[in-house]
C-alpha cells in the first residue's frame, strides 16, 4: 500500500511540475481591442436606432469574451448602461467620439478612451437622444465647447448615475 501512494504521489507530482513548466513556457497574450466604425447599419443597443442617422458622440463597449462591440447612440445611454446597479459584466474597452474633431451633425472616427476623455455635461447641444453629455480627447476643446454651448467640465469619474438617469425619455417629458 506505501508502494501505491509513493507511486501516486510520483505521478501527481509530475503532472504538476509539467504544468508548471509548460505554464513558463507560454506568452501572455495581451489582446488589443481597437475600436470598429460605424456603418450606415450599425445600430444602438438599447433602442435598435441606427447610429449614422443621429447628430452627437457616440459610444461603443467591448465586454471581455466578445469580439465585436455594444455600440450606443449616445453618450448618455453608455453612461446609463455602465453605471446601472445591475451591470456585472466585465469591460474591457470603451471608446467615445472626440467631437473636437468629428463632425456633429453626422460624426464618425475619432474614437477615443472614454476613461481618458474629458466631458462636458448639460449643454444646449443636442445628440440622438436629446440632452446628451460631450466627449473630447483635449480638455482645452471641452472648454471651448462649454464656454459656446454652455454646461460644465466633467471627467469619466465625475459623471454619476442620477445624471444620466432615461426613465423620463429622450427630452425628459415623459416616462418611457
Sequence with gaps: MNAIN??????LLTAVMLGILQGCGEKKIEQSVTPLEIDPRTTCDLDGMLLSDFPGPKAQVF???QNNPVF?????ELFHTLLAPEQVRKVQAVYVQDMGKADWEQPQGNWIDANAAYYVFGSRRRGSMGTTIASFSQESAASQFATQWGG??????DI?????????????????
Design 160 to 176: 454619476r448615475a442620477e445624471m444620466v438617469d432615461l426613465s423620463g425619455g429622450a427630452l425628459h417629458d415623459s416616462k418611457m
Design 63 to 65: 465586454y471581455a469574451g
Design 152 to 157: 460644465r467640465l466633467l471627467r469619466y469619474a
Design 72 to 76: 450606443f447612440c449616445d453618450t448618455v
Design 6 to 11: 509513493h507511486k501516486r504521489r510520483a505521478v
